[in-house]
């Protein structure tokens, strides 16, 4: 792509944003955008991270809003030059800028207004559920925005339909969903917690895995969600032949999304303590309880020690 044309690109994508901050009162923000041929250290350097191969899921650029400052008034959005590179199409490259430019809003928004309360009622793994089902759900409100913005953004002629998200980005998370249900069929969760109860593994890897392969499935069904939702589609979990995904997954991102669904997906300012507190509520409770059907819960002992259970998952 050329300068000229990514330039202008953002240009649009910093007008819609810029509009929608001030109808939103988000506070004061900069953006730099920082293309990069070495994506991985261009991050690393900013956050300290090491862990970052594993975390790009194959197929997808890489892109990620990074804060330079605590309270988000600045922020970097490192992009892989592969994603706006030769034959990359402008449109998409427009989405992937407004899906980052919505993590801008939610992160600066979010620094601003008090967190979430955890109280003496939640269980142990209510924070762990809370704040995997927050980032899940942050996806699936950027990958929206993303939508709004190239259905405004992108000049059609008239009697066309506007741009959606999906003509771009097609079925790329739910293909990559899919594949990392196949890659564990003979080994899904309800194995895994099996192979705790047969003593051929540990009690920290069972939790551990479940909750990073929660963590990973749910972000994959709301990206996979959100962009079916711009070409008018229902969540593709519904058709997906897998035993996690049938017992367990969709009903818990069902859930979040039935019991937000009168919440409106970016908030003002003045509401987004009580959105994220709903966010939260929601999904912890879905996660609590897809952990749950799977034999696993916790709760504190009368020593304020955390006690896990593992009993026969559902099946
Ligand atoms: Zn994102």
Known sequence: MQSRNWQSLVRVV???????????????FAVTFVLTADFESSVRRRTGEDDLVAERAGGVPARRTIPTEDDHARCDVVVDTSLVGG?????????????????????????????????????????????????????????????????????????????SGYEFVGDTYADLLRAALDERAHTGWADLVHAYRQHETSLGHLVRTVQRETREALTLAAHAHAVAASAGAGSPLAGLPHRDAELYLRPAWD????????????????????????????????????????????????????????????S
Request: net charge negative.
């Open 87 to 163: 034959g990359a199409d402008p449109v998409h490259v427009m989405w992937s800028m407004a899906h980052e430019m919505c993590h801008v809003l939610l992160g600066r928004m979010r620094s601003a207004v008090p967190g979430v309360a955890l109280s003496p009622g939640h269980v142990p793994f209510d924070r762990d559920a809370g704040a995997i089902a927050l980032d899940a759900y942050d996806e699936y409100r950027c990958d929206n925005f993303a939508n709004w913005v190239v259905s405004h953004g992108v000049r059609r002629s008239p009697g066309e339909a506007p741009a």
């Open 255 to 314: 859930e979040i999304v039935e019991r937000l669904s009168s919440t409106p997906l970016v908030p003002t300012l003045a509401e987004f303590s009580r959105s994220d507190a709903l966010v939260f509520a929601a999904g912890s409770a879905a996660l609590r309880q897809l952990w749950e059907r799977l034999g696993i819960s916790s709760r504190w002992t009368s020593e304020g020690k955390v006690y896990i259970a593992v009993d026969e998952p559902m």
């Open 14 to 28: 910093a007008q819609l944003t810029s509009n929608s901050a001030s109808a939103l009162n988000v506070p004061d």
